[in-house]
Nanobody, 122 residues
């Protein structure tokens, strides 16, 4: 099994910055895409940013120019640097990691973190 541990959420004032981290552990053979999603109260979960194994990135229009996703392949960790935070960025942020489990069958996995709250308020 693959486990994800997220950290870095919290309360920040508008215009402030936060850095989220998500570390994957367990029986991992390889990791393909890593990403961050968020879900605000009463809204559907949406993609915030994603990064492939080759380093290609994809961002939601609402965060382009403010958020940066990166990954450390040696640590199986993905980061989300958030700057210029706005109240509308308030949500629970979830890490998502997709890859292949180690073992005889090398089956694919699609793992989710437990979520971390980000609140942007003065």
């Amino acid at each position: 099994q693959v486990q994800l541990v997220e950290s870095g959420g919290g309360l920040v004032q508008p215009g402030g910055s936060l850095r989220l981290s998500c570390a994957a552990s367990g029986s991992i053979f390889s990791i393909n895409a890593m990403g961050w999603y968020r879900q605000a109260p009463g809204k559907q979960r949406e993609l915030v940013a994603a990064i492939t194994s080759g380093g290609s990135t994809n961002y939601a229009d609402s965060v382009k120019g403010r958020f940066t996703i990166s990954r450390d392949n040696a640590k199986n960790t993905v980061y989300l640097q958030m700057s210029g935070l706005k109240p509308e960025d308030t949500a629970v942020y979830y890490c998502n990691v997709r890859g292949v489990e180690d073992g005889i069958y090398r089956k694919r996995f699609d793992a989710w973190g437990q979520g971390t709250q980000v609140t942007v308020s003065s």
